[in-house]
């Protein structure tokens, strides 16, 4: 089946612009995950959405940065007035978890690599 | 001090030995332990959980958890030279969704 998919795969983006990255869960996974990974760094997490409640935005590093998922599938993560230390790999996640089981595997999408110049 | 520490490397090893992969976590409410396999490049991908304290066996890869001692530890057997990849060591707390990452050990098997 199908997997987890972002869109786009890459994106360049000059200082100060606004951009929109997607998120296309596995169908049915009531879970989905972002997180932000820099060259050489683990993954860092960003934001949680159960269906279309967003759970826990902890990670998100600034008021820049603001995440949907409206209808509790696919998900958008904008950054606006984007700067250079945002350029990352931005990696999506999703599973089949329900809150209060234990956790189930996150799959992951390949990512949307953002440049900032 | 980070939540979920892993020592950078990279760690080499030659083909057919054993790696061993480590991690220790800061939080004592961590219930759930994850190692992933990341290629250059590529997205992480989950090869093994961890539950309870132990080993658990899959096939090369065995997971070992201390609780007391708050250490994770994945060992592969047989290394390949495709095995040379980032091992990234997760963590996940009790009612809390999300997981904590290391930063990661790469990994480089030489043939």
């Known amino acids: 089946g199908a997997g987890v998919s972002q869109s786009p795969r890459y994106k360049v983006a000059k200082r100060g612009q606004d951009v929109a990255l997607r998120c296309d869960p596995i169908?049915?996974?009531?879970?989905l995950f972002w997180y932000q990974q820099a060259l050489g760094q683990g993954p860092e997490f960003l934001t949680y959405?159960?269906?279309?409640?967003?759970?826990?935005k902890s990670g998100l590093p600034s008021d820049r940065f603001f995440a949907e998922r409206p209808e509790g599938s696919v998900s958008t993560l904008k950054i606006q007035r984007t700067q250079q230390e945002d350029s990352a790999v931005y990696l999506c996640?999703?599973?089949?978890?329900?809150?209060?089981?234990?956790?189930?595997?996150?799959?992951f999408g390949p990512g949307t690599r953002l440049l900032v110049l | 001090q980070k939540e979920v520490e892993q020592n950078s490397g990279p760690l080499s090893v030659p083909e057919g030995a054993i790696a061993s992969l480590n991690c220790t976590y800061s939080?004592?409410?961590?219930?759930?332990f994850f190692w992933y396999r990341q290629y250059s490049g590529k997205s992480p991908e989950l090869i093994m959980s961890?539950?309870?304290?132990g080993d658990k066996e899959d096939g090369r890869f065995t997971a070992q958890l201390n609780k007391a001692s708050q250490y994770v530890s994945l060992l592969i057997r047989d290394s390949q030279p495709s095995d040379s990849a980032t091992y990234l060591c997760?963590?996940?707390?009790?009612?809390?969704?999300?997981?904590?990452f290391g930063k990661g050990t790469r990994l480089h098997i030489l043939p």
């Open positions: 996640a999703s599973s089949s978890r329900l809150a209060g089981v234990i956790q189930e595997t996150q799959y």
């Open positions: 169908s049915g996974h009531v879970s």
């Open positions: 959405f159960q269906n279309e409640a967003q759970l826990d």
């Open positions: 939080d004592r409410g961590s219930q759930s």
């Open positions: 961890i539950y309870s304290n």
């Open positions: 997760a963590v996940n707390k009790i009612r809390d969704d999300k997981i904590i």
